[in-house]
């Protein structure tokens, strides 16, 4: 599994419908979030973690294209 395939899973976990914040996320909302926030990163010249910080932009991120 890689690392984009781990944290992807990891948000999950928080954001699809049995998740701990249930959001009803899809795995490709969370992979087009999660590539949204890479190339935020290489903007900013900030280092993608995958932590919680990068999770709950991810969320912002789904949240704001789903508006």
């Given at each position: ?24 996320a ?16 290489k ?8 932590d ?16």
């Amino acid at each position: 599994m890689t690392k984009l395939q781990e944290f992807a899973k990891y948000c999950a976990e928080f954001y699809s419908d049995d998740g701990i914040y249930p959001m009803s996320a899809t795995y490709e909302e969370i992979l087009i979030a999660t590539g949204v926030r890479l190339q935020a990163c290489k903007y900013m010249k900030i280092e993608f973690c995958g932590d919680t910080f990068d999770r709950e932009s991810v969320r912002d991120i789904i949240i704001d294209n789903r508006s």
